[in-house]
């Protein structure tokens, strides 16, 4: 998948095991103006998703790359990371292992939430299936609670036509708080809307007010008494409520970090790539 | 009744973990529950305000199929009759094939062994290589390659298609309820293909509790090289006495009833395991019916002929060769006027005739532990080399070494089925749980625990049965 727009300019490092030549020397154009030099973006931008969502088709459409589609869960997929510029800005996007949620304890969902929550990202991307919008909003609900740098790409909104399913994607960003972009990431539709949405966010002009689960009730009350104490104790810190939720779930981890009274540990914390994690595969 | 803390502008941690657990007692259900309900609620809320079906939604077949085929009702006894009707389907293919494989290998192992003696071989030659080698190499390959040959390509096309997930799907309550991990419905189904290949895919469970129960009951679903041992007894011993389609099916029948069997027995072991030494919750997980698939012909024929067919058959193959040879060698090397395998099968008949089998078949399960698939050629060298060469060219003459001269019974029959089906795994699969595990202990748990649940079994089956006086 070539980028079609031409203000997108390509410059490509893969940090997987797959060789990068053969995707660079499609590109000499783009190496000559940035070299493959990660080591100087100007930003992080997280690509996070539902498995089989277009998640990599995007990924290699922003950044030149071929990185292999379609996996199921379960088979170890390294994770990718690329380069692209944008409006004399440098970006390294990451390919978040496709999940369904951040809750239960697999090994992908941790990468992706480990990430998301230390890697600061400056903008997450969250590919959504316009054809079955419902489930795939669990995840862009729970990435919600840890981040508000979101921006929702509904891909697949051909398909989503074809099958006479209607999405007023205009209305969706408005209950969610956050830019939702129509997109069809295999035809390129929508890359550049998508582009400037991360600009947009990155620079700070688009103000975001996501919309949090836990928003009514007694879970409500109880998530907000113990932000409220965690705020208090640890003054700017960020993510509070997230920890608050981590602990209301009993997450020992946290618990540990918390008892120890190195709380920064959690906040600042390594992010955890597959390289790191031990899969015992 | 817990305080709510007063409002104070710093709180220790330990403050903190009071709080959140008080909080965390007052709910009505688990916190992560209600957040998985918010979860989905919401979803649901933001869905409908912001979706709209345009006239009738676009039904694929495909989602025609689903509605079937993992409705709670209908989905698994559709999926045990497709189950039986790949292994009829299989049974009924083999049968001649098998026969034909069978005839030419022999007739070939003949042809050459008449050459050996004109040549002037000494006997001592002929026999090793003519009498035990090949014979073992051809019983494998007669007994094995035909029904792996038509089991395979349609195995692989279910897994084109996207088949395996939705029985996952439609078994996941049973896991559930078994304390186990709903994918292990997936591991073993890749089990029905190698074992070894059905440990590995555990892989695919994160939680290692859940992974190991199902590392450690994989064994009891019965692979490939068990397969034509099942079908064989099968065939000649619960199907004796009907002829062509009613035989077929009889003996698909009860294949299809060991393997519920084995499923049974994956249940129960898996939730004994999970009550017992390893406890814990079935965790949660998504698992996604991807949309059916055109099966690619050529890669279903490259995966099961090369990656699957060939790949087990030559395996057996070079366990069935030395195997041959050691048979071979223990019929024919004597000690105080008997033959080693004599002395070792006496000496075993005691245990054996206990569990309804007898010492040769014991002796054939030693020998065999390489490859489970050689188990019934074995007993059958053994049988056949004791009495000085029967010709087994026939299903007929098979059945009247067994039954006529070796005694066997529907008994015999039915215990050889459960012991092949609850076993220790071969050593293939042992290695393998050692490698996935890296753990001797559990390495020694996933060997011996069903080795001793298949004599306990066989045992109880036998001892009643006799009680009641039936054999």
């Known amino acids: 998948m070539e980028p079609q727009n031409k203000q997108i300019k390509v410059s490509s490092q893969q940090k997987a095991e797959e060789p990068i030549s053969s995707a660079c020397e499609r590109c000499p154009l783009a190496v000559q103006r940035f070299g493959i030099d990660l080591e100087k973006w100007d930003y992080i931008v997280a690509l996070a998703g539902n498995p089989n969502t277009g998640k990599s088709t995007l990924f290699n459409a922003l950044t030149g790359l071929r990185q292999h589609t379609g996996n199921w869960p379960g088979k170890t997929v390294a994770r990718a990371e690329g380069g692209f510029g944008y409006q004399d800005k440098k970006y390294k996007i990451v390919d978040l292992p496709g999940t369904y949620s951040l809750l239960s304890a697999s090994v992908d969902e941790e990468i992706a939430r480990d990430f998301i929550l230390f890697g600061k990202p400056d903008c997450t991307l969250v590919v959504v299936d316009s054809t079955c919008l419902e489930r795939n909003l669990n995840l862009v609900l729970q990435v919600m609670e840890i981040t508000d740098k979101v921006v929702v790409v509904a891909n697949l909104m051909d398909e989503a036509r074809r099958r006479g399913i209607e999405v007023n994607y205009r209305r969706l960003g408005e209950n969610l708080g956050v830019p939702v972009i ?100 | 009744m817990d305080q709510k803390q007063p409002p104070k502008s710093k709180y220790t941690p330990q403050d903190i973990l009071n709080r959140a657990d008080a909080l965390q007692r007052q709910m009505e259900f688990s916190f992560r529950d209600s957040i998985i309900q918010s979860t989905y609620a919401e979803a649901e809320k933001l869905s409908k305000d912001a979706v709209r079906q345009k006239g009738d939604a676009l039904q694929t077949w495909g989602d025609r199929f689903d509605r079937i085929i993992t409705n709670p009702f209908t989905g698994l006894p559709l999926m045990g009759l497709g189950l039986a009707t790949v292994i009829w389907i299989t049974i009924a293919g083999a049968n001649y094939p098998s026969q034909w494989i069978f005839n030419f290998l022999f007739w070939l192992g003949d042809l050459a062994k008449n050459l050996f003696v004109m040549m002037g071989a000494p006997w001592w030659l002929t026999g090793f290589i003519w009498d035990g080698v090949y014979r073992g190499l051809a019983w494998v390959v007669a007994v094995m390659l035909p029904p792996m040959a038509i089991f395979f390509p349609m195995f692989t096309i279910l897994e084109d298609l996207g088949f395996l997930p939705r029985i996952s799907f439609n078994m996941d309550w049973l896991f559930k309820i078994a304390g186990a991990h709903g994918k292990q419905a997936l591991t073993m189904t890749m089990g029905f293909g190698c074992n070894a290949a059905g440990v590995t895919a555990c892989r695919i469970i994160d939680s290692p509790r859940e992974r190991l129960i199902a590392i450690l009951t994989n064994n009891f679903v019965p692979c490939n090289g068990r397969f034509p041992t099942l079908i064989m007894l099968a065939t000649l011993f619960v199907a004796a006495g009907f002829q062509g389609l009613a035989s077929s099916l009889i003996a698909a029948g009860a294949v299809v009833l060991v393997v519920m069997i084995g499923v049974m027995f994956t249940l129960l072991v898996s939730a004994l395991l999970s009550r017992t030494v390893l406890k814990g919750e079935p965790s949660s997980f998504s698992l996604e019916l991807p949309p059916y698939r055109k099966p690619d012909i050529i890669r279903i ?134 490698s996935e595990t890296k753990s001797l202990k559990w390495t020694v748990v996933g060997t011996l625990m069903p080795l001793s649940i298949a004599f306990l079994v066989t045992f109880i089956v036998a001892q009643s049965l006799r009680v009641l006086g039936w054999f």
């Open chain 1, 182 to 281: 129509p997109a069809a990431a295999a035809k390129g539709e929508g890359i550049s809307e998508i582009l400037k949405a991360i600009h947009d966010m990155v620079m700070g002009t688009t103000h975001t007010t996501p919309h949090r689960i836990a928003s009514e009730g007694p879970l409500k009350e109880a998530v907000d008494e113990l932000t409220d104490m965690i705020e208090k104790t640890y003054p700017g810190i960020p993510n509070a409520r997230w920890i608050a939720m981590r602990l209301l779930d009993g997450d020992q981890k946290v618990r540990e970090t918390l008892a120890n009274g190195d709380l920064a540990q959690l906040t600042q914390g390594q992010v955890k790539t597959r390289e790191s994690v031990d899969l015992d595969v």
């Open chain 2, 301 to 434: 024929f490259y995966t099961s002929t090369v990656e699957r067919t060939l790949f087990v058959l030559w395996r057996a193959i070079t366990m069935a060769a030395p195997c041959g040879g050691i048979i071979w060698l223990f019929s024919n090397l004597h000690i105080s006027g008997k033959s080693l395998s004599l002395w070792a099968s006496q000496a075993l008949q005691p245990l054996g005739h206990a569990i309804g089998l007898d010492g040769v078949i014991l002796l054939a399960y030693i020998i065999a532990i390489p490859a489970n698939e050689i188990v019934v050629p074995t007993i059958l060298m053994v049988y056949s080399n004791a009495d000085k060469m029967v010709d087994l060219a026939t299903m007929d003459q098979l059945k009247a070494l067994l039954i006529d001269q070796q005694g066997w019974t529907l008994l015999t029959a039915i215990n050889l089925m459960l012991f092949s089906l609850l076993h220790n795994p071969c050593s293939t699969a042992i290695w393998t749980i050692y």
